[in-house]
């Protein structure tokens, strides 16, 4: 299997501590996480909501690390420009989620943000495909939405190494996203898998930060052999 070697770190402040957020993003700054994963959810395409537009462009202020978003909302195409200028970098939606995905992938790059299509578990992964032309990641939930603290599902693995075998034959610079689940402990099996950026919540909240991000480093560099 062909990789794409380019580890990144999303640590998703869904398991931040809240009431000091702007001090959490700091410790992300000095430890070198690459990107901010921030989760929106609008309790009606996932059972659950957290954070919207204006504590986006709140936070926007405290680092200039990449923005990942990831709309987990219907209709996401009516948002995203509001999402841009909040702050977003990336800007991620679901398959199940849109209508009309291309056309919500052109409004998200007429914004200035990055495109990336999302699949959750029982979606199949071949969903994506039309689109991989125009998209810069695609994130496989490895687990179901809405919720942190699940344990992740294995059979998506499988998902992640057939897009990677496809990509490798279509787009080798696609970026694979994993985000559900995943600690240091099993970072190397969802690397192994082909997916290079990793979103982490309790593996990096939880205890020290900084030495969490550099241990999920360290396991990059490992992988990267």
């Known amino acids: 299997m062909i990789m794409n070697d380019n580890f990144i770190l999303a640590p998703s402040i869904l398991a931040a501590d809240f009431s000091k957020l702007g001090e959490e993003l700091h410790k992300l700054d000095i430890a070198g996480a690459e990107y901010i994963h921030i989760d929106v959810m609008d309790g009606l395409f996932v059972p659950n909501i957290s954070v919207g537009i204006p504590v986006i462009a709140s936070v926007r202020k405290c680092t200039e690390r990449f923005f990942d978003v990831h709309l987990m909302i219907n209709e996401p195409a009516r948002y995203v420009k509001r999402f841009a200028e909040a702050g977003a970098d990336g800007i991620t939606v679901h398959v199940e989620a849109c209508s009309d995905i291309k056309g919500t992938i052109e409004q998200i790059k007429e914004t200035g943000a990055v495109p990336s299509l999302c699949v959750s578990p029982d979606t199949p992964?071949?969903?994506?495909?039309?689109?991989?032309?125009d998209?810069?990641?695609?994130?496989?939930?490895?687990?179901?939405?809405g919720y942190g603290g699940q344990a992740l599902i294995e059979r998506t693995l499988d998902?992640?190494?057939?897009?990677?075998?496809y990509a490798d034959k279509n787009k080798p610079s696609l970026n694979i996203e994993m985000d559900g689940g995943i600690k240091l402990s099993n970072t190397g099996m969802v690397i192994d898998s082909g997916v290079n950026v990793i979103v982490a919540g309790t593996g990096v909240f939880k205890g020290d930060v900084i030495a969490n991000v550099h241990e999920f480093h360290k396991e990059f560099d490992r992988k990267r052999g």
Do not use: G
């Open 135 to 145: 998209i810069n990641m695609v994130l496989i939930m490895s687990v179901y939405p």
């Open 125 to 133: 992964v071949e969903e994506v495909y039309p689109y991989i032309d």
């Open 159 to 165: 998902k992640a190494r057939k897009l990677r075998d």
